[in-house]
Nanobody
Protein backbone atom coordinates (compact mmCIF):
# COMPACT_ATOMS: atom_id res chain seq x y z
CA UNK A 1 0.00 0.00 0.00
CA UNK A 2 1.59 3.24 -1.15
CA UNK A 3 1.24 6.08 1.30
CA UNK A 4 2.22 9.69 0.75
CA UNK A 5 2.19 12.09 3.68
CA UNK A 6 2.76 15.80 3.17
CA UNK A 7 3.87 18.22 5.83
CA UNK A 8 5.37 21.66 6.14
CA UNK A 9 2.50 23.88 5.11
CA UNK A 10 1.53 26.98 7.02
CA UNK A 11 1.01 30.72 6.96
CA UNK A 12 3.78 32.95 5.61
CA UNK A 13 4.06 36.53 4.46
CA UNK A 14 4.65 37.38 0.83
CA UNK A 15 8.32 37.08 0.00
CA UNK A 16 8.83 34.37 2.58
CA UNK A 17 9.75 30.70 2.21
CA UNK A 18 8.39 27.30 3.14
CA UNK A 19 9.62 23.79 2.58
CA UNK A 20 7.08 21.06 2.03
CA UNK A 21 7.91 17.41 2.61
CA UNK A 22 6.36 14.30 1.14
CA UNK A 23 7.20 11.08 2.95
CA UNK A 24 6.60 8.07 0.73
CA UNK A 25 6.20 4.49 1.90
CA UNK A 26 4.86 1.17 0.74
CA UNK A 27 7.22 0.21 -2.04
CA UNK A 28 10.43 1.00 -3.85
CA UNK A 29 10.11 4.26 -5.72
CA UNK A 30 13.19 4.07 -7.89
CA UNK A 31 11.12 3.94 -11.09
CA UNK A 32 8.57 6.48 -9.97
CA UNK A 33 7.94 10.09 -10.82
CA UNK A 34 6.98 12.29 -7.89
CA UNK A 35 4.86 15.31 -8.51
CA UNK A 36 3.56 18.32 -6.63
CA UNK A 37 0.18 19.82 -7.47
CA UNK A 38 -1.90 22.50 -5.87
CA UNK A 39 -5.52 23.57 -5.72
CA UNK A 40 -6.42 27.14 -4.90
CA UNK A 41 -9.91 28.06 -3.66
CA UNK A 42 -12.35 28.07 -6.54
CA UNK A 43 -9.77 26.82 -9.02
CA UNK A 44 -8.85 23.53 -10.57
CA UNK A 45 -5.87 21.51 -9.47
CA UNK A 46 -2.70 22.58 -11.23
CA UNK A 47 0.75 21.14 -11.74
CA UNK A 48 3.61 22.62 -9.75
CA UNK A 49 6.59 20.36 -10.42
CA UNK A 50 7.81 16.80 -10.90
CA UNK A 51 11.00 14.85 -10.39
CA UNK A 52 12.19 11.32 -11.06
CA UNK A 53 13.55 9.16 -8.28
CA UNK A 54 16.27 7.54 -10.42
CA UNK A 55 17.88 10.77 -11.57
CA UNK A 56 17.69 14.44 -10.78
CA UNK A 57 15.59 15.51 -13.72
CA UNK A 58 12.85 17.98 -12.84
CA UNK A 59 10.08 19.91 -14.49
CA UNK A 60 8.27 22.97 -13.17
CA UNK A 61 5.25 25.02 -14.03
CA UNK A 62 6.13 28.39 -15.51
CA UNK A 63 4.43 30.13 -12.59
CA UNK A 64 6.94 28.72 -10.10
CA UNK A 65 10.15 28.46 -12.12
CA UNK A 66 13.03 30.17 -10.41
CA UNK A 67 11.17 30.23 -7.08
CA UNK A 68 10.37 26.58 -6.30
CA UNK A 69 12.84 23.70 -6.22
CA UNK A 70 12.25 19.99 -5.78
CA UNK A 71 14.76 17.72 -4.11
CA UNK A 72 14.74 14.32 -2.44
CA UNK A 73 16.34 12.26 0.27
CA UNK A 74 16.55 8.70 -1.01
CA UNK A 75 17.43 7.23 2.37
CA UNK A 76 14.36 8.83 3.94
CA UNK A 77 12.11 8.20 0.92
CA UNK A 78 11.15 11.85 1.10
CA UNK A 79 10.65 14.46 -1.59
CA UNK A 80 10.82 18.15 -0.81
CA UNK A 81 9.42 21.27 -2.37
CA UNK A 82 11.38 24.36 -1.40
CA UNK A 83 9.27 27.43 -2.05
CA UNK A 84 10.94 30.83 -2.02
CA UNK A 85 9.68 34.32 -2.73
CA UNK A 86 6.13 33.19 -2.08
CA UNK A 87 3.27 35.24 -3.46
CA UNK A 88 -0.37 35.47 -2.36
CA UNK A 89 -1.34 33.64 -5.54
CA UNK A 90 0.63 30.63 -4.30
CA UNK A 91 -2.03 30.14 -1.62
CA UNK A 92 -3.46 26.65 -2.11
CA UNK A 93 -3.61 23.13 -0.78
CA UNK A 94 -0.48 21.38 -2.01
CA UNK A 95 -0.57 17.71 -2.88
CA UNK A 96 2.19 15.19 -3.39
CA UNK A 97 1.60 12.50 -5.99
CA UNK A 98 3.41 9.45 -7.35
CA UNK A 99 3.31 7.70 -10.70
CA UNK A 100 5.01 4.47 -11.75
CA UNK A 101 6.24 5.85 -15.04
CA UNK A 102 9.64 6.65 -16.45
CA UNK A 103 9.03 10.17 -17.69
CA UNK A 104 8.17 13.52 -16.21
CA UNK A 105 4.60 14.64 -16.72
CA UNK A 106 2.30 17.42 -15.60
CA UNK A 107 -0.83 15.41 -16.26
CA UNK A 108 -2.54 14.71 -12.94
CA UNK A 109 -4.51 11.81 -14.38
CA UNK A 110 -1.30 9.82 -14.79
CA UNK A 111 -0.47 9.87 -11.09
CA UNK A 112 -1.70 6.81 -9.23
CA UNK A 113 -1.16 7.86 -5.64
CA UNK A 114 -1.93 11.06 -3.78
CA UNK A 115 -1.33 12.48 -0.36
CA UNK A 116 -3.92 14.21 1.76
CA UNK A 117 -2.59 17.70 1.06
CA UNK A 118 -1.11 20.48 3.15
CA UNK A 119 -2.37 24.06 3.28
CA UNK A 120 -0.10 26.91 2.26
CA UNK A 121 -1.36 30.44 2.88
CA UNK A 122 0.60 33.48 1.76
CA UNK A 123 -0.49 36.82 3.16
CA UNK A 124 0.12 40.11 1.37
Amino acid sequence: QVQLVESGGGLVQAGGSLRLSCAASGRTFSNYVMGWFRRAPGKEREFVGATRWNDRSTSYADSVKGRFTMSRDNAANTVYLQMNNLKPEDTAVYYCAAANIGFLTSRSSVYNYWGQGTQVTVSS
